[in-house]
């Protein structure tokens, strides 16, 4: 099994792939879904372990769904 650290780097790697393509940067993704940037950037980094509420905030911000970053 891999190590928690391991799968939020992953995670986050996934979400900077998905913003990018959506040609968004972290202050504008964490503006469309009431955030501040450092959170974001925490999250990307794979520093903080998301509840599911972040993650479908995020899904939502990147117009995709949950599954698509979680894969």
């Known amino acids: 099994m ?6 939020l780097k992953a995670l986050g790697r996934k979400i900077t792939t998905k913003r990018l393509e959506n040609g968004l940067t972290q202050a504008q993704l964490a503006t469309l879904i009431g955030k501040d940037q450092q959170s974001i ?4 980094a ?4 998301p509840s599911y509420f972040y993650l479908y905030e995020i ?3 990147l117009n995709c769904e949950i ?3 979680l894969r």
């Open 2 to 7: 891999e190590s928690k650290q391991v799968i």
């Open 41 to 44: 950037q925490r999250l990307e």
């Open 46 to 49: 794979g520093n903080i372990n």
């Open 59 to 61: 899904a939502s911000g």
């Open 67 to 69: 599954f698509e970053i």
